[in-house]
Structure formats: C-alpha cells, structure tokens
C-alpha cells in the first residue's frame, strides 16, 4: 500500500492541543541546557510564560532545586545523549512560583541522517493527582491517633538522617520516650481514657520541641524525639524541659479528675560508625537504664 501524504496543518493542531508541547534543539546538554524553538498556547496557558519570553530560553529556568530531586536527571541525559526517549515526573515552576507537576515524555526528533537534532516534550498537567499521591503518602506515614509521625515514617526519616551525618556531619540526638505503667490507665480507666492521655503526651511533645526536631508515635506508649542539631547534652535539657513539663500539667480527664502521665528515656548522639539500627537499639538501651533505674526521680538516662 503507498504512503499517503496528509494535507494537514499540524501546527494548528499542535497549537490547540491541550498537552504542552516544548521543542528543544538537541544540544547542548551540559551547561545551560538546550535551546527551545518552539511552544504551544497550553504551555502559555499553564506556566503564564509567553512564548516570546521562554524562545531561546532553556527548559531549566522552570526548575528548581526540588525539580533537580524529583526526578533523576543522570537517567535523562544518558537517554538524550543516545537518542533515545526519555518518560519521568518532574516538578515544575510557574512564572509566578507556583509549584506544578508534568508527567514528561521526551522524544527526539531526527533527521534524514538519523541523528537527533532537537528533543519534543510532550506534557501532561498531572498537579492534581501528584497532590493527591503526595497527601495518601503523608497519611501513611502519620499515626491516626496522635498526628505524630509514625513507625514507617520515622525509620525513612532516620535513615536519611544518618546519611546525612556521614555525608556532611549533620547532627542530631535520639530520644526513646516510654510511659510509665501505661497498661495500668487501660485497665483501670479504660482504652478512650488511654487514648486521651496518648494525645495529651503527644501535644505536650509538640508544644515543647523545637521547630526543626521531628516527634514521633513509635507503636503502643512509646514516642521517639528527633533533636536535630543537637549534641548530646542540648537534647538533655530539652527532653528535661519536656520532663517539667509533664510534671506541672497532668492530663484532665472528662469528670476532671487528673491524672499524671510519668515517663522514661534514653537519648543518644549520632556518631560516624552509626546505622539508623545502631543508633535506635543505643537509645533503647539508655531507655531500659532509666526504666530500671532504682531513683524513681531518673527518668533520663543519656548514652
């Protein structure tokens, strides 16, 4: 069968597509990026850039740092440097700052030779459903019942927090909090009653650590502090601040009774030969010294 030519005119079809469609020249790559030529009115339409101000401009002046890390651009450029097509997500920037996502397709577009000599993005506005991932995630890695961070999102968190000691010696103190004798404001007050003195020592947490330290529901009656920059003895006095606290404000309960939520911990410092393992187990260790403790005023106990 022969090839049929098609009569269109395609730009005015790429022009009401409601895809964006960015053309680039094909290099360079390295330094400040290839050139666009070409984009249509949904680019316009999304970005508020017109098509004058963007023209020999490069992709990179949507992008920020955070764009840099929500996609990985080493795998790009060894695609775009083969020729080949590249598909990601990537976040974006509007001309006024506001934050977008775009599911990317990248195709290059080749000569009589074969040789790529300008890259067609063809994006699709996925903000929407990128907000509504990023809000099921955040969720996931919340505790229902306190608001704190969760067990899933403190091991992630702990484990990027070691690397980043061992990469730039960012410091931080870990704090293992357990309630004493919780079992026993179940039992004889019931689990609602239980509930409501968890949500009162998680608040008590919040009100009371830095801006930057990162609370965390572990499981059960045990909480975990992030102290992040903190050397050992700062997150000493703040977990003691946390201490006094708790000391001078007992929870009130429905028929205003009081009670007091007495608590141990163990806190230690991150070191060079630490894991997210090392560390956790040696502030565990520290809490069981304080849980054990003969002086019923110890509840602190740092290693």
Request: charged content about 25%; overall charge negative; hydrophobic content about 40%.
């Amino acid at each position: 069968m022969k090839d049929q030519v098609l009569d269109f005119d395609f730009q005015a079809i790429v022009e009401a597509a409601q895809d964006i469609i960015v053309v680039t020249k094909a290099f360079p790559l390295d330094g400040s990026g290839p050139e666009i030529v070409y984009v249509n009115q949904a680019f316009t339409d999304l970005t508020g850039y017109s098509a004058q101000e963007v023209l020999g401009q490069t992709p990179r002046i949507l992008q920020r740092k955070a764009s840099r890390e929500s996609t990985d651009l080493r795998k790009m450029k060894q695609s775009l440097q083969a020729g080949q097509p590249y598909s990601c997500e990537i976040l974006n920037y509007a001309k006024d700052g506001t934050e977008y996502w775009l599911q990317l397709n990248i195709i290059p577009l080749k000569n009589k030779f074969g040789e790529a000599t300008h890259f067609a993005a063809i994006e699709r506005d996925v903000t929407k459903q990128k907000q509504y991932e990023l809000h099921l995630q955040a969720l996931a890695k919340k505790d229902k019942l306190t608001g704190l961070v969760n067990r899933l999102g403190f091991d992630e968190i702990l484990e990027e927090l070691c690397k980043a000691y061992q990469n730039s010696g960012s410091i931080f103190s870990l704090a293992v909090i357990d309630l004493n004798d919780f079992k026993q404001i179940n039992d004889n007050k019931g689990h609602l009653v239980g509930d409501k003195a968890l949500q009162y020592f998680a608040k008590l947490i919040e009100d009371h650590i830095r801006q930057n330290d990162i609370a965390i529901r572990f499981g059960g009656d045990e909480f975990c502090i992030i102290f992040n920059g903190a050397k050992l003895e700062l997150a000493e006095v703040l977990m003691q601040r946390i201490s006094s606290a708790a000391d001078s404000a007992p929870v009130v309960l429905p028929d205003r009774s009081q009670l007091s939520i007495p608590f141990s911990a163990g806190i230690t410092q991150i070191t060079s030969a630490d894991t997210a393992e090392n560390i956790f187990s040696r502030a565990d260790e520290a809490l069981y010294k304080a849980k054990n403790s003969n002086d019923n005023t110890q509840r602190i106990v740092c290693i």
